[in-house]
């Protein structure tokens, strides 16, 4: 049983770099997901502006 303890390390080790890959990832998506929502909050005041005109000019 003494080798199970070496493998645990050893796939711990090898486990690093994709959790870190992961982690990148996360973040990078994390990011994109917040430009996103600022993106559809401009497109909802930018709307909203325009709504607002066009009512403007209808009255």
């Known amino acids: 049983m003494s080798g199970t303890s070496g493998t645990t390390r050893s796939e711990d080790q090898s486990a690093a770099p994709t959790k870190q890959f992961i982690q990148r990832h996360n ?32 009255i």
């Open 27 to 58: 973040t990078e998506l994390e990011e994109a997901f917040q430009e996103a929502e600022r993106t559809v909050e401009s497109g909802k005041t930018r709307f909203a502006n325009a709504e607002e005109m066009l009512n403007s000019l209808a």
